[in-house]
């Protein structure tokens, strides 16, 4: 009797080992009577996706987009610890790298005191050694097209963090507003070097292409970048410049293609609406067009955007509705200035056309002293030619045009400022070619100046054989 009660309490024991190891040979463990599945095997739980604020530290800390919604959380999320941590400097990096990326975004240069503000305070607090605050004050200098200052901030970033691939990015905006192609060139591959697979890295390489006339190659760039792109906004935002680079050689169809599923994809892509609207009027679908770029100015405020629905009114002989845009545009301007910016390039353009072509020059002449990138060239040589100072305007046209000088960016607006240029000094050769050539590259580039370009090619008629090669 006692034999059989010792087996009939071993047996129950021995058939709960028994569960325990064949569960165990499942990737399961009884704990307290209760399954519990074993991290890394099969069946076990996927890790819980990232939240929010997650996904937009990992963007704005990893040099790619962010989703603005994200950004939101962050920003929260951030804001609420450092009222309880005020002397915690990484967070305060974070929040100003989130402000940048969410004013860059959404072009409200509110947000630029205020990354400013907390970056300075991460360095004031932590380390004066933190390169992700540096390189956050170098991403805030270019957006507020301060290139001198993002070149010394960007430096400084990449004497503590040499391998930071991220810097190297940040400094190639800076170089380039600066007019320094040598150096855009060294940051490039060494960015490629670091990180040549990821798609970030192959979209920057992209915009240095297409600043050097290697349209092709900048193409295949977006193409792999929107490919392997992770994220939805991160995804638009590389359709957007395929969509931009598009445009520029004249492709309406495809431009419109790739701008319309930017926003399918992340429908706060502005920049690609402001996109569409540029496609659409290439189109000739003029309503339509109208409607994407008012859109488009509701969400993301940029002067640019203004400047360009505003030429469009007054290619449609809307005088009234174009003023109206212009104002928009000022207003625009004195925001951003008062928070930091210098948008000079734009007022430039602006009054070139629009305005006093005097103060055009007085104020790109300093902006050239500044910082003599390819796009300040182009300006004040055009606000030159308005002015009659014809000679001068065309070294300054030479420059953005040249591919010597850094100029390799094939541009219709800059071949037709140009050939404009030329028409005036009687080079009717080298006019003829130059405005043929940017209604080659682009015979749709602007609702006012591809008319133009068109009239004035044809009142030069075709060539002579007297006149001397262009």
């Not at 999320?77 to 959404?106: I, K, N, Q, S």
């Not at 040549?196 to 092709?216: C, F, K, N, Q, S």
Request: with cysteine.
């Amino acid at each position: 009797m006692e034999t059989q009660t010792s087996n009939a309490l071993a047996n129950p024991r021995k058939r709960r080992v028994r569960r325990a190891l064949l569960a165990s040979a499942a990737g399961c463990v009884v704990l307290g009577g209760v399954l519990v599945l074993l991290p890394g095997e099969r069946g076990s739980a996927p890790p819980p996706a990232p939240g929010p604020a997650a996904l937009a530290r990992g963007a704005v800390t990893g040099g790619v987009p962010a989703a603005l919604g994200d950004l939101a959380v962050l920003i929260d999320d951030r804001e609420t610890h450092l009222r309880a941590h005020p002397l915690d400097g990484p967070a305060w990096a974070v929040l100003g790298a989130a402000y940048v990326e969410r004013g860059r975004r959404t072009a409200d240069a509110a947000n630029w005191p205020k990354a400013e503000k907390a970056l300075r305070t991460s360095l004031k607090v932590g380390a004066r050694s933190n390169p992700q605050a540096l390189e956050s004050l170098a991403a805030l200098a270019v957006e507020r097209r301060d290139f001198p200052t993002a070149k010394k901030w960007g430096e400084s970033a990449l004497k503590l963090a040499p391998k930071r691939w991220t810097t190297h990015a940040v400094l190639i905006d800076a170089y380039t507003g600066l007019g320094d192609h040598k150096a855009v060139g060294r940051a490039l591959e060494r960015m490629k070097k670091l990180r040549p697979g990821l798609p970030a890295v192959r979209a920057r390489a992209a915009a240095v292409y297409r600043d050097r006339g290697w349209r092709e190659d900048a193409a295949a760039k977006l193409s792999d970048a929107a490919a392997a792109a992770t994220a939805p906004a991160e995804r638009a935002a590389y359709l957007e410049q395929a969509g931009r680079l598009a445009f520029e050689r004249g492709d309406r169809e495809e431009a419109l293609r790739h701008f319309q599923e930017a926003l399918r994809t992340d429908p706060d892509e502005r920049a690609a609406q402001a996109g569409e609207g540029r496609a659409l009027a290439a189109l000739g679908r003029t309503t339509e067009a109208l409607s994407a770029y008012q859109a488009a100015l509701a969400k993301r405020p940029c002067p640019q955007y203004a400047l360009e629905l505003g030429e469009l009114y007054q290619s449609l002989g809307l005088e009234q509705a174009a003023r109206v845009q212009y104002d928009v545009l000022r207003e625009r301007v004195r925001g951003a200035e008062e928070a930091g910016a210098d948008e000079e390039l734009v007022m430039g353009r602006f009054e070139a056309d629009h305005g006093d072509a005097g103060a055009a020059v007085e104020r790109l002449r300093a902006e050239w002293q500044r910082q003599p990138g390819t796009e300040v060239a182009d300006a004040l040589g055009w606000a030159l030619y308005r002015t009659g100072e014809h000679e001068e305007a065309l070294r300054f046209a030479s420059v953005a045009t040249d591919a010597e000088h850094g100029g390799g960016v094939r541009s219709a607006p800059y071949v037709f400022h140009r050939g404009m240029i030329e028409r005036a000094l009687e080079r009717e050769g080298p006019a003829r070619r130059h405005l043929r050539e940017a209604l080659m590259i682009n015979p749709y580039f602007s609702p006012l100046r591809a008319p133009e370009a068109q009239r004035a090619l044809a009142e030069l008629g075709e060539p002579s054989l007297e006149d001397p090669p262009g």
